[in-house]
């Protein structure tokens, strides 16, 4: 059984820094994409960042560019979320996910919570004003 786990979430104040990570078991994930995706309530799934299965090719949501860095470390199995400079906007429950690489295309495939076939059970980060 595949599986994601999440840790890392809190509660900090604007401006302050939170590493997310992702513990994949029960498979290997060598081979795969791993992405970081975030809900707010009352609002859709949204695509925060994505690191191919070589780590060279990395993609973020223009809305954290510059602000959040995402790494995986292969012998681990195991994505990071490193989160800094945190906006109230930020606050949602983050979600990371696994789902097979295709550096071939474009960007757009990463952005797709399509895309990804395992999930994790997500962490909750607020970021108080």
């Known amino acids: 059984q595949v599986q994601l786990v999440e840790s890392g979430g809190g509660l900090v104040q604007t401006g302050d820094s939170l590493r997310l990570s992702c513990a994949a078991s029960g498979g290997t994930f060598s081979s795969y994409a791993l992405a970081w995706f975030r809900q707010a309530p009352g609002k859709e799934r949204e695509f925060v960042a994505s690191?191919?299965?070589?780590?060279?090719?990395?993609y973020y949501a223009d809305s954290v560019k510059g602000r959040f860095t995402i790494s995986r470390d292969t012998s681990k199995n195991t994505v990071y979320l490193q989160m800094n400079s945190l906006k109230p906007e930020d606050a949602a429950v983050y979600y990371c996910?696994?789902?097979?690489?295709?550096?071939?295309?474009?960007?757009?495939?990463?952005?797709?919570?399509?895309?990804?076939?395992?999930w994790g059970q997500g962490t909750q980060v607020t970021v108080s004003s």
């Open positions: 690191v191919s299965w070589t780590g060279a090719t990395i």
């Open positions: 996910a696994a789902g097979p690489d295709r550096v071939f295309l474009s960007s757009s495939y990463y952005y797709t919570p399509l895309t990804y076939y395992y």
